[in-house]
């Protein structure tokens, strides 16, 4: 692609011409979105090969010598990639301790990765054991153990997205911290925040196909989504049939 660069004297130019004329009005960019100076488009690139930050539209080089602000090493394969970050991963809600706890592997090596002595072996399967048991104390805990596993085993039988996923278990976690689970069947609750994060995301999941993968009534869901809602204070947009015309669709086997 051509690129020229934009001189300091031809962007005072267009400054003026954009104060003065009516071409500001026309082109009135969403808040925060660059805009090309030369010719008003907001398909502004960043290259960070390059360091510019340039117009896709007509060339215009917008920025010199930008930071990258992404890591400087390189990694050619998962593990280097382990090996050379230096935070760790993001913090998951769809894990009972959010990810954020200690973890002893499976494998019977040290740091360096050579193979621990037999001695050690053993104290090291005890540690295992007993960092397991303690990890899962209070039945809080053992409580959301329980819902994130039924959250996750419903949420891959309905095809859910990682995304969706954490945004379930986020909704979950709120409920239980309000105390809104108490008395409740685990596998109603997690199917009735199921259907309300489908619902949100417009995702088209019915609620026939939630009460079949959750194996609870739908009768009962939806007594506790409002509950749930009602609770909680969620707004619900309302379904828009447009949204499943795909899957069914697809599932009947029709042509484009
Ligand atoms: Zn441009």
Redesign the pocket.
Known sequence: MPRKKSSPKSKTKTAAKTRTGKREKEAEPAPGRPV??????T?IRRDYTRGEVY??????VIEENIIDSGPEWRAFDASQREKRVRTGAPIRYTLANKGLSTEIDMYYRDFRGVKISAEQRAAVTRMRKWHKRTSVSSSMERNLTVALNELERISSLLGLSPNLREAAALLYRKAVSKGLIRGRLIESVVAAVVYIICRQYNIPRTLDEIAEVSGMSKKEIGRVYRFLKADLGISMPLTNPVHYVPRFASELKLSG
């Open positions: 090309c100076p030369e010719c008003g488009s398909r117009c896709e539209k007509c060339g215009t």
